[in-house]
């Protein structure tokens, strides 16, 4: 009888184990890209078919780029079909909800409710986080605040072996630039699948020994419907089958997936991981003064206010950090993500937060000073100047404030989409860019439109809104995702030129560019990894200096700095590169993380304050 009992036991964790003992179906839709040409009636149409009860179900998985823009028109739009789904419902963001989200990611957890899932279903335990990349273009990262979560969900219920499906909008690979964060964890536990969207096609992968699954995009592409994916648990196997909406299920699944323990703890440390021995490389030339990790994602740069750096992060904190030991001073709360680069000047601190308001604290004790409410998120990063504070928002609504009032001076109300960037002040105007395809000059006394300049694109991804304008010899420069970089008259918004140097030299420029200290040189990176030079007085995109990196290739749209005879450049894995400016020779690098990095800012006794989008801040001397 005791050997019986023993066999029944061990045959019971086993089918905990590998879910023999339970049957299900739920549905996998992904990519419905809401506010695209066939978004909202694809997925209509999807809805419509999992409400009919031609098949049985238990769930609904949505897994990510539920919408075009990520705009709060078009979450609104998502929800209102997604609710008419009569069975529970599970959804995640993915990077077109995040990556131009005009609130800053803050509308998908207002409007869906959180950025995570996690729920157990007849055995298992569903975990689903978000993707970014936010607000700044990157390969995909899993937030830091959700590493945080998922920590504190394994551990409360993935105990026991608990089989475990993990739902991301990315691949579990270099696709994402922290995917080892989330698989190292996961592997710890009982992992048995993970799903994933993205790519738009069905797709069997490995992650690192964690089968994975892609579900096709729910749009209909140029086929009459779109589809999606039942997937069937029973047995110890996860089945995929096709199904079109209206038409019915495919006679046979694509694939099948055994679903098993696989102690995938024990091969920890057997994969590739981000290398640093670049740092052991150049360490003569370094000294790291201090070191310092937020327990949420950082979006933004620096401001300089005496011994601090006042930095901001997606838990809505705004705080100061001790130049001398990089320990926190004060901290101020918001209800939103802030991914405003602060600005200060004399002791006030000024910045926007995704909860809708501009605030000015006092930045030696981070009291609040005074605050204004926009009628939407404000993402943009301020300048102040000679008393007045300049930032853009997401209402369509670029503004002037008396710094020691709190009184707005002027405000232009005529900017098409929403201001993401920092502003350029040069001569008597601003200048910034938005996520409506223009480009915009105001008066910097009354706010008044100088002139408008569009790029004539109707995709507003390619808008020159995330670069750092410069302005040199009567010129400003920007450069967008259209790989164009544009110098226009300061004075009349004139093209001077506008090149794209693709085809002719296999150039490939993007949003991150900055100004050499002496004014005469442009500096942009290319998505090749290459460092330029481009004259400020030539008649034409003139190449007039190259750099001797070469990264590889490369999307962060950070701001390129040059001081000390140096340049520092940026890139999207955790790396900068400072590069000799006379002869473009490669002095130092160091890489920080794996995640992007973000606006950098140089400090006097030849210190570089840089972080990092997965909350690392470390301050440098070189």
């Excluded at 929800?79 to 995640?92: A, D, H, N, S």
């Excluded at 990262?141 to 998922?150: A, D, G, T």
């Excluded at 579900?215 to 140029?222: F, K």
Aim: net charge neutral; proline share 4%.
């Amino acid at each position: 009888m005791l050997r019986y009992l023993h066999c029944l036991l061990f045959c019971l964790y086993l089918s905990i184990g590998t879910g023999f003992s339970q049957s299900f179906q739920f549905a996998h839709v992904t990519d419905t890209h809401v506010g695209g040409s066939t978004g909202l009636e694809d997925l209509e149409r999807t809805v419509n078919d999992i409400n009919s009860g031609s098949i049985e179900l238990d769930f609904v998985i949505i897994s990510g780029d539920i919408t075009e823009f990520g705009s709060d028109e078009e979450l609104k739009a998502a929800r209102e079909v997604i609710e008419k789904i009569r069975i529970p419902w599970y959804v995640i963001p993915g990077n077109h909800d995040t990556n131009w989200s005009e609130s800053g990611g803050n509308s998908f957890r207002t409007v869906f409710g959180s950025e995570t899932f996690s729920f157990k279903h007849k055995g298992y335990l569903f975990l689903g986080t978000n993707s970014g990349p936010n607000m700044r273009m990157s390969p995909g990262q899993v937030p830091r605040e959700n590493l945080v979560w998922l920590d504190s969900v394994l551990n409360a219920d993935g105990g026991d072996r608990v089989p475990i499906i993990y739902i991301n909008h990315y691949p579990q690979d270099s696709s994402l630039n922290n995917w080892f964060d989330a698989v190292d964890r996961l592997k710890m536990f009982n992992v048995q699948l993970a799903l994933c969207g993205h790519g738009h096609q069905n797709k069997l992968y490995d992650f690192e020994g964690i089968p994975g699954i892609m579900s096709r995009s729910n749009l209909r592409a140029q086929d009459s419907v779109g589809a999606y994916n039942i997937v069937t648990i029973d047995a110890g196997k996860a089945t995929f089958t096709l199904r079109r909406p209206g038409i019915g299920i495919a006679p046979s699944s694509w694939v099948s997936v055994e679903l098993t323990d696989r102690q995938l703890h024990q091969t920890l440390g057997q994969y590739p991981r981000p290398n640093y021995a670049v740092n052991e490389k150049f360490a003569d030339f370094l000294d790291l003064k201090w070191s310092f990790q937020d327990n949420s994602d950082i979006g933004a740069g620096f401001a300089q206010y005496k011994d601090l750096l006042i930095t901001a992060n997606t838990a809505g904190q705004v705080y100061a950090l001790d130049q001398k030991d990089g320990m926190v001073k004060w901290t101020f709360q918001t209800k939103g993500k802030v991914y405003s680069t602060p600005a200060v000047e004399k002791n006030l601190v000024l910045f926007g937060s995704s909860d809708h308001h501009i605030y000015c604290l006092d930045a030696r004790t981070g009291q609040l000073k005074w605050k204004y409410e926009a009628a939407k998120a404000v993402l943009a990063s301020p300048i102040i100047h000679k008393g007045v504070g300049y930032i853009g928002s997401s209402d369509g609504v670029f503004r002037a404030f008396d710094m020691r009032r709190g009184k707005l001076k002027w405000s232009f109300e005529g900017v098409k989409g929403y201001v993401s960037g920092k502003p350029l002040i040069y001569g008597n105007m601003i200048y910034f860019g938005s996520w409506g395809n223009d480009f915009y000059a105001l008066d910097l006394k009354r706010g008044h439109k100088i002139w408008e300049w569009s790029n004539g694109s109707s995709n507003r991804m390619l808008s020159p809104a995330a670069c750092y304008p410069v302005g040199s010899n009567g010129r400003v420069f920007i450069v967008a995702p259209d790989r164009f970089m544009t110098a226009l008259d300061a004075q009349s918004g004139q093209v001077i030129w506008r090149a794209n140097k693709e085809k002719e030299l296999g150039v490939r420029v993007r949003e991150s560019m900055g100004l050499s200290e002496n004014g005469k040189l442009v500096y942009v990176k290319t998505m090749d990894g290459e460092l330029l030079g481009i004259s400020v007085e030539a008649d034409s995109m003139e190449i007039a200096w190259k750099s001797q990196l070469q990264l590889p290739y490369e999307l962060t749209p950070s701001a390129i700095e040059a001081s000390d005879g140096l340049v520092f450049v940026p890139s999207h894995s955790g790396l900068v590169s400072a590069i000799r400016s006379n002869d473009g020779k490669v002095v130092w690098q160091y890489k920080i993380s794996n995640a992007m990095v973000n606006p950098m800012t140089v400090l006097p006794g030849r210190k570089l304050a840089v972080s990092t989008m997965d909350g690392k801040i470390e301050l440098i001397g070189f």
